[in-house]
């Protein structure tokens, strides 16, 4: 039997997938990433999938973390998933911009406390 996926995998897959964007983005401006419709994609992508890892981490960890906006950032996954026709470019870049640069300085701290917890 496999072993479940455990919050700091969920963890690695959000640094991952912010790392991805950053990747995507660099150098790049807004009017670049919107008429780069293969970069675009990709960064929304990004988005849903870090949104749906989010999604699985346990409810006890999102509780234990309530600095970060978990529900909205699930929602915007929703959203993107669902609502794939009306995606705002501007949102999209706002996120990159302004929600991406502190969600992975709060991952990685997570990351190191649980790596930590778990070497005791």
Not at 88 to 100: A, H, K, M, Q, S
Request: hydrophobic share 35%; aromatic share 10%.
């Amino acid at each position: 039997m496999r072993e479940p996926v455990r919050d700091i995998d969920r963890l690695r897959h959000i640094g991952e997938c912010i790392d991805h964007i950053n990747d995507y983005l660099r150098g790049k401006t807004f009017e670049e990433m919107k008429a780069d419709n293969m970069c675009f994609h990709a960064v929304v992508y990004n988005l849903m999938v870090l949104g749906e890892a989010a999604n699985l981490l346990t409810k006890e960890f999102r509780s234990e973390h309530p600095d970060v906006p978990w529900r909205d950032i699930v929602d915007m996954r929703n959203l993107l998933i669902h609502g794939y026709i009306v995606t705002n470019p501007t949102f999209v870049w706002e996120t990159y911009r302004n929600d991406l640069p502190t969600l992975k300085r709060q991952v990685e701290q997570y990351m190191e406390e649980l790596s930590n917890g778990e070497q005791e």
